[in-house]
């Protein structure tokens, strides 16, 4: 191999380190990727076991919790557009072992019930007004 070529392999190598870095942070966890920068998170709030096969678009963080009516709640937001976030979740959660229940979508927010793997809830998404390209979602589950 010539000199140019292992200079440009380890070049292709460092820049992949880094962007990794990027994207992973500090943590080695997952950061936030295309959440607009108008979305500010309060922390983090790790989904229970018992959803540990629920799926979430690419970029989502869930950053609350609270308990409310026999419900634990998680809150935070996904980036995205509620049509495509909707759909996204319709076709993943049967994939994953959820039945979906009744459901409703509006220009503006989507939810459904869902249920499977033990437990039941609903989720919502909505519009964060003001922050195009962020959607927050809830996820109520019993």
Sequence with gaps: MSWKR???AAALV???AAASAL???ATGRAEAVGLPSCVHLHGRA???TSLARFPLPRGSVLDRKRDEYGYAIYSGYVPGAINPVRDFLVSRLPEAGYRLGAGDAESAEAEAAYAGHGVRGRW?????YGCPGALTIQLAVR
């Design 23 to 25: 994207v992973l942070g």
């Design 6 to 8: 292992l200079i440009a």
């Design 14 to 16: 460092c820049a992949a």
């Design 46 to 48: 790790a989904l229970p």
């Design 124 to 128: 919502k998404v909505r519009a964060v």
